[in-house]
Structure formats: C-alpha cells, structure tokens
C-alpha cells in the first residue's frame, strides 16, 4: 500500500468521525467535507511543482515562488461536487472538469453520462476527488478517461477507502498516488464501505 496515505492529521480524525455519525444533517456534512477536502488537498499537494518569480516587498526585491504547473479538479458527480469548494479556495487559479458517473446498483460498475473534457488537455496535473473509493471502479474509470486525454500527472483524493477499491487503483494505476481520511474495514454485499458513513452523495444532497 505504499502510494496509500491516510492522514494522520488530528483535525482530520475528530472531523471525519462526526461526517460518519448517521444523525449528522446535511448542511453540517457538507460543511466537513468542505473541511476536510481541503486538509487532505494540503497533503496531497506537498510535492507540487514551483518556480522563481521575482516579488518586490515595501521593503526590497526579493525571489519568492509561484505555482509551475496548471492544476485541474475534477469531481466525480455527484458526491465528488463537495469536495471542490474547499480545495478551490487554496488553488483558486485551478481549473475544474466534472466527470460524471454513476455506479450501477446491480453490476456496481460505472457509467458514465457527462464529460465535456475539450480534446486537448488544458491542465499539467488533476486531482480526482470523490469522497468513497468503494470497489474502485469508479476512480479506475476517472484516471482511464484523463490519462486518455493526456494528463500524465494524477492524484485520487477520497475521504474513505476500502481496501477493495485501493487494491484495484493500485493495480489499474500504480502510478496514482491516493490521498485518504481513512482506510475502512470492508465492502458489504451491496458494495457499500463498512464503518464508512453510508451513501455520500445522499447525505450531501439529503436525498436518500
Ligand atoms: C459513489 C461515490 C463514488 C462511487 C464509489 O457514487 O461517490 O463515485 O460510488 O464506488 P466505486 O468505488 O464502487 O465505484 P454513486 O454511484 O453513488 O453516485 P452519486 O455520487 O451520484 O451518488
Ligand atoms: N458509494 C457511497 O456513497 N458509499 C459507499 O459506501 C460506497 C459507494
């Protein structure tokens, strides 16, 4: 599991466990996911790429840094769309691709139904974020469609992993390193992560 983190973060910890809780309403699990998105997006873009640009204080001229590479965020639709807001606010210069699919009840496969991805990619590296990697396909099929378009630097930022969905990313894509607030137990028979926090999407949107 070397490519696998689960932050170790504290804020991380005490945040997820009331996103977990069953009675917690819509608009507080928005908020945390909002909230821990962006600490996870903090770790997970500790190796990213900077360069010289000369800055001028009141003060003095001085060498300072900027971003090298255009960064893109791309949500997987629908419960990717909660994670955005508060990884944007730290990178408001990133551009945003929705992807969207849905997992098949039956089969537990995706299926895609929205990606309007111009033909050449605009970005230098994408944070996939969705907040469940349950049996992992649908984070298999977001790398496939952007290494298709020519991404060739991609990171998974999740909240919750089974080991069933880290297992089959890492095999799919070794190259992917996947960013976590926690890795569970197991898969249940309907392909639902156990502890996990039920359907994120639901939650989110208080449709379930
Ligand atoms: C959920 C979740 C992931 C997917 C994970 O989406 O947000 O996209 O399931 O499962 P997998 O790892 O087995 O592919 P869902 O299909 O429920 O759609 P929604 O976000 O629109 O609710
Ligand atoms: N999708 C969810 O929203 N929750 C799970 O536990 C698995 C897939």
Redesign the pocket.
């Known amino acids: 599991m070397s490519n696998v983190k689960a932050s170790p973060h504290p804020l991380v910890a005490h945040k997820l466990s009331f996103l977990r809780q069953k009675d917690t309403e819509p608009k507080k699990f928005r908020e945390l996911v909002r909230e821990i998105a962006a600490l996870l997006a903090y770790e997970a873009t500790a190796d990213l790429e900077i360069m010289p640009r000369q800055v001028q204080t009141p003060l003095a001229e001085m060498q300072g840094w900027e971003l090298r590479e255009k960064i893109g965020l791309v949500p997987i639709l629908r419960?990717g769309l909660g994670m955005v807001e508060g990884i944007w606010e730290l990178m408001p210069s990133a551009e945003v691709w929705h992807i969207g699919l849905y997992r098949d009840e039956h089969t537990l496969k995706p299926v895609q139904y929205y990606n309007k991805l111009p033909i050449e990619p605009t970005v230098q590296m994408s944070l996939i974020l969705d907040p469940?990697l349950?049996t992992g396909g649908s984070a298999v099929a977001t790398v496939d469609i952007l290494k298709k378009w020519g991404v060739k630097k991609i990171k998974f930022v999740g909240l919750i992993g089974a080991p069933e969905g880290i297992h089959a990313l890492q095999t799919a894509h070794p190259d992917v390193p996947i960013h976590l607030a926690a890795i569970d137990d197991h898969l249940n028979e309907r392909?639902?992560?156990v502890p996990?926090l039920?359907?994120?999407?639901d939650r989110q949107f208080g449709t379930g």
């Open positions: 419960a469940m349950a392909g639902y992560i996990g039920g359907d994120a999407g």
